[in-house]
């Protein structure tokens, strides 16, 4: 399978620690984006990258969250000094963007869902 | 501002009647317009999208979408309710920059 794969699937972790979770996309996309979904929500856009160049981070939810994407391929987002409402799913997603038009097709990961303590 | 409003939370069918799940959106800009599925336990799926080409949509699994500028609605629909629709649906707008603005999303339950 080649999709979008994201690793923990699950993460237990107790409030104050930092936690990573990793981000593979579909080989050939250029662009990355990082998601959150709350329980009876909808996903709620964090940051995205086009190759390595973070281009959108003002979502992010606080200076405890960063992401990465370092070599163009797969992303890290890092939550520091968890606390209980960041239990939440982190959701990933790639798309392959040639031109500047819009319609750009986003193909999710499964998510990793995290419980803090 | 991008928005999308998912009229209803929860959607029950019985199965072989017709889905109606309903989406307004808000764009200030030619939006893009996609729906997506979620069964649980799994990954968003796509099921189709609007891209200002025409303007009945065809998706996957025989649900389609109508894009109406003058309602601002893109509303998802499929003539006959299978068991294996149930699952919670999204309707999608994108922003100037391909962010994509989500609704809250509509649970549709599929009855025997």
């Known amino acids: 399978d080649t999709g979008v794969s994201q690793d923990p699937r699950h993460k237990i972790t107790k409030r104050g620690q930092n936690v990573t979770f990793r981000c593979d996309p579909i080989?050939?996309?250029?662009?990355l984006y990082w998601y959150r979904q709350t329980l009876g929500q909808g996903p709620e856009f964090l940051t995205y990258f086009q190759n390595e160049a973070q281009l959108e981070k003002s979502r992010l939810l606080s200076d405890r969250f960063s992401a990465e994407r370092p070599k163009g391929s797969f992303s890290t987002l890092e939550i520091q000094r968890t606390e209980q409402g960041d239990s939440a799913m982190y959701l990933c997603a790639s798309s392959l963007v040639e031109t500047s038009a819009s319609g750009e097709t986003q193909y999710f990961g499964p998510g990793t869902r995290l419980l803090v303590l | 501002a991008q928005s999308v409003t998912q009229l209803d939370s929860h959607v029950s069918v019985s199965e072989g009647t017709p889905v109606l799940l309903r989406c307004n959106y808000s764009s200030s800009y030619s939006p893009s317009l996609f729906w997506y599925v979620q069964h649980p336990n799994k990954g968003l799926q796509l099921l189709l999208k609007?891209?200002?080409?025409?303007?009945l949509v065809k998706g996957i699994n025989g649900f389609e979408a109508e894009f109406k500028k003058s309602e601002t609605s893109f509303h998802l629909t499929k003539p006959s309710a299978h068991m294996s629709d149930a699952a919670e649906y999204f309707c999608v707008v994108t922003a100037a920059f391909n962010k994509f603005y989500f609704g809250s999303g509509t649970k549709l339950n599929v009855k025997p």
């Open positions: 609007y891209t200002s080409a025409a303007t």
């Open positions: 080989s050939e996309h250029n662009r």
